[in-house]
């Protein structure tokens, strides 16, 4: 069974900073990419940062010079980093990865429960 647990999010006012963290934990080969969605009320679930094992990394252009994703390797953790907030981004963020439960396996994918993120004007 893999479990991600997440961790932090909170309210903070617009500027302000807030980091989530999530670590993925169970049996499984190689954590392929991990990343982190949000999805705010009405509208859909949509892509922030996600980062390779490699470290290379890709943001959405709204959160662009504003977020920092990293991950530990060798703890299976991901941080996203969120500064500079703005009340646009408000949304439950959810903690995503792809990986191989053994080495013969194809990639899947798993999802966090989400952890809120409030920023107020």
């Known amino acids: 069974q893999v479990q991600l647990v997440e961790s932090g999010g909170g309210l903070v006012q617009a500027g302000g900073s807030l980091s989530v963290s999530c670590a993925a934990s169970?049996?499984?080969?190689?954590?392929?990419?991990m990343g982190w969605y949000r999805q705010a009320p009405g509208k859909q679930r949509e892509l922030v940062a996600e980062?390779?094992?490699?470290?290379?990394?890709n943001y959405a252009d709204s959160v662009k010079g504003r977020f920092t994703i990293s991950r530990d390797n060798a703890k299976n953790t991901v941080r996203l980093q969120m500064n500079s907030l703005k009340p646009e981004d408000t949304a439950v963020y959810y903690c995503?990865?792809?990986?191989?439960?053994?080495?013969?396996?194809?990639?899947?994918?798993?999802w966090g429960q989400g952890t809120q993120v409030t920023v107020s004007s």
């Open positions: 995503h990865v792809y990986l191989r439960r053994t080495i013969l396996s194809d990639r899947s994918e798993y």
């Open positions: 169970g049996l499984f080969f190689t954590i392929s990419n």
């Open positions: 980062i390779a094992s490699d470290g290379s990394t």
